[in-house]
């Protein structure tokens, strides 16, 4: 049985241009899954129908408002900062079911972001952050839904996936 990965999925203009970006700077023998946003890094396998019910009670509402809102140098690479209350909101109704089943790394809210660029020298991540900024302006994304994952190493399978119905 694979962990489970728990992610927001976003609208299609904005997943294609966030997913170009990524395979344009992402070193393409690392990247092996698409561009995405993080919520939980490793579920129990065990809890994949729990976790696709409460997936569906929180995709009931609207679409959460979002903003890409700035840069994050991650040291070795590059993501999109993400803001959105509202998912975090969900997030922390997921985790608190899952209470005593998180690892330490998903016990605490995530820092939304989509990774750009990952796992290079310090200073290609330097080059790229300050390029990308020189254009950066703060907009909108669209949520679309969630997605769950089995990871199975590098790749993952998509396992269950809702959207948001508003």
């Given at each position: 049985m694979?962990?489970?990965?728990?992610?927001?999925?976003?609208?299609?203009a904005?997943?294609?241009?966030?997913d170009?970006?990524?395979?344009?700077?992402?070193?393409?023998d690392?990247?092996?899954?698409?561009?995405?946003?993080t919520?939980?890094?490793?579920?129990?396998?065990?809890?994949?129908?729990?976790?696709?019910?409460?997936?569906?009670?929180?995709a009931?509402?609207?679409?959460?408002?979002?903003?890409?809102?700035?840069?994050?140098?991650l040291?070795?690479?590059?993501?999109?900062?993400?803001?959105?209350?509202?998912?975090?909101?969900?997030r922390?109704?997921?985790?608190?079911?899952?209470a005593?089943m998180?690892t330490?790394?998903?016990?605490?809210?995530?820092?939304?972001?989509?990774?750009?660029?990952?796992?290079?020298?310090?200073?290609?991540a330097?080059?790229?952050?300050?390029e990308?900024e020189?254009d950066?302006?703060?907009?909108?994304l669209?949520?679309?839904?969630?997605?769950a994952?089995?990871?199975l190493?590098p790749?993952?399978?998509l396992?269950?996936?809702?959207?948001?119905?508003?």
């Amino acid at each position: 049985m694979h962990p489970i990965i728990l992610t927001a999925t976003m609208g299609k203009a904005d997943f294609a241009w966030a997913d170009a970006l990524r395979r344009r700077h992402f070193p393409p023998d690392r990247n092996h899954v698409p561009a995405h946003i993080t919520l939980f890094h490793h579920l129990p396998p065990s809890c994949l129908d729990e976790l696709t019910n409460l997936m569906r009670r929180e995709a009931r509402g609207s679409a959460p408002k979002a903003m890409l809102a700035g840069l994050v140098n991650l040291g070795s690479g590059v993501a999109l900062r993400v803001e959105c209350a509202e998912l975090l909101v969900s997030r922390d109704v997921i985790a608190d079911h899952f209470a005593g089943m998180l690892t330490p790394q998903d016990e605490h809210p995530p820092r939304l972001h989509i990774t750009v660029q990952n796992k290079v020298a310090a200073a290609e991540a330097k080059a790229l952050h300050a390029e990308l900024e020189r254009d950066f302006r703060p907009r909108p994304l669209a949520i679309a839904g969630l997605a769950a994952w089995h990871y199975l190493g590098p790749h993952w399978q998509l396992a269950a996936e809702v959207r948001f119905r508003g």
